[in-house]
């Protein structure tokens, strides 16, 4: 049972990993080729291409707020260790299980409120200055990059409630290393200076 829900789980988390690696790739790629074209254009023609900025400020967006959900399965998120770090295993575990609830939590509030922000865009019409884009279609990457980050937090607990050791991510496993001793060398390793 518990190996049956960790494959699902586990398949659910690459298709959310190739999702956000599309959207954010694309973004990225995006936003290489519309300012190249743009400087060529100024360069070649003395007039860049229209909503250039606007685009560019848009695929940002993008970047940013999909990119959580990548950053947490990565466990490339900033890390207050000082006091987790003095922890034995079980401790340690039970914290980053806390951690991760709490986390998931607010981005979840985070994700409700974006959402309704969002709405708020929706109903009044916005649209963006040059090229008159719906706004609300732009930052509904809030919402999604921040559903996508609880998405991973939720996945990090269930890792570790169901799985030995200590995991910062649903696929990675938080490798802990001893201070050395011996003013930096491991015991049974002689001084191999001169």
């Not at 340690?92 to 986390?103: F, M, N, P, S, V």
């Amino acid at each position: 049972m518990r190996e049956t829900l960790l494959r699902l789980l586990g398949g659910m988390d690459r298709g959310l990993r190739l999702l956000e690696q599309c959207v954010v790739g694309g973004c990225i790629l995006a936003m290489a080729l519309l300012m190249s074209a743009h400087v060529v254009g100024q360069a070649v023609f003395g007039e860049g291409i229209p909503g250039t900025y606007e685009v560019t400020k848009m695929l940002i967006l993008g970047i940013t707020f999909v990119g959580l959900g990548y950053a947490a399965r990565q466990a490339r998120h900033i890390r207050m260790s000082a006091i987790y770090e003095q922890l034995n295993d079980p401790s340690r575990k039970g914290l980053q299980i806390l951690i991760a609830a709490g986390t998931a939590a607010l981005m979840f509030f985070f994700a409700w409120k974006s959402g309704q922000y969002v709405m708020d865009i929706y109903e009044r019409g916005r649209v963006s200055a040059s090229l008159q884009i719906p706004m609300w279609t732009v930052y509904t990457t809030l919402p999604a990059g921040f559903v996508l980050a609880g998405i991973q937090y939720l996945l990090t607990i269930v890792r570790n409630l169901t799985t030995e050791g200590v995991w910062r991510s649903f696929t990675e496993k938080d490798v802990y290393a001893s201070v050395p001793e011996q003013g930096g060398h491991d015991k049974g390793q002689g001084d191999a200076s001169c």
